[in-house]
T-cell receptor, first 112, second 111 residues
Framework: GAGVSQSPSNKVTEKGKDVELRCDPISGHTALYWYRQSLGQGLEFLIYFQGNSAPDKSGLPSDRFSAERTGGSVSTLTIQRTQQEDSAVYLC??????????FGEGSRLTVL | RKEVEQDPGPFNVPEGATVAFNCTYSNSASQSFFWYRQDCRKEPKLLMSVYSSGNEDGRFTAQLNRASQYISLLIRDSKLSDSATYLCVVPRSGGYNKLIFGAGTRLAVHP
């Protein structure tokens, strides 16, 4: 498709389980971001990938969170041993050369 | 001081009103700035980019004040469809590497 694609759109899991969230960016965009948005809150930066450079992981809230980007395209955000406070919408965005971010529709994670 | 600060609102205005939002930032090295719009339970979408002193697009005007480190968004002749949350975005460094979002300002336009 033409836009950023994220899956799953909704995920309900039990506390302690691991989850994987996937992002397929716009073709040709070399930069990819993950953000988290809790209900009624702003966007919290998690991680940034740019080409083949080392990712900027400074926003990851704990070592339970990790992300990778394979082949400079698809990215996976993994949350291990999920906690209730991890419940949020996880937004992925890819970026143009002039700084514009295109967001996917998000993955809504609910941890019971 | 937060990296990016916005008045959370809500701003409740009648149709046709002019409304302005401010966004202050702490990193003086930031060169370009963005305003995004986010509708309820939707993803953010780019409204305007601000690269120099300002930018205008129809009813929307964005201005940058580097000396005071703030950007503003002015909406003229407000429409009901303008009701949304407006997010200010600032790069943490000089480039676009880490784009930091403000918490957003809610606008509600009523008939």
């Amino acid at each position: 498709g033409a836009g950023v694609s994220q899956s799953p759109s909704n995920k309900v899991t039990e506390k302690g389980k691991d989850v994987e969230l996937r992002c397929d960016p716009i073709s040709g965009h070399t930069a990819l971001y993950w953000y988290r948005q809790s209900l009624g809150q702003g966007l919290e930066f998690l991680i940034y990938f740019q080409g083949n450079s080392a990712p900027d992981k400074s926003g990851l809230p704990s070592d339970r969170f990790s992300a990778e980007r394979t082949g400079g395209s698809v990215s996976t955000l993994t949350i291990q041993r999920t906690q209730q406070e991890d419940s949020a919408v996880y937004l992925c965005a890819s970026r143009t050369g002039t700084g514009e971010l295109f967001f996917g529709e998000g993955s809504r994670l609910t941890v019971l | 001081r937060k990296e990016v600060e916005q008045d959370p609102g809500p701003f409740n205005v009648p149709e046709g009103a002019t409304v302005a939002f401010n966004c202050t930032y702490s990193n003086s090295a930031s060169q370009s700035f963005f305003w995004y719009r986010q509708d309820c339970r939707k993803e953010p979408k780019l409204l305007m980019s601000v690269y120099s002193s300002g930018n205008e697009d129809g009813r929307f005007t964005a201005q940058l004040n580097r000396a005071s480190q703030y950007i503003s968004l002015l909406i003229r002749d407000s429409k009901l469809s303008d009701s949304a949350t407006y997010l200010c975005v600032v790069p943490r460094s000089g480039g676009y590497n880490k784009l930091i979002f403000g918490a957003g300002t809610r606008l509600a336009v009523h008939p």
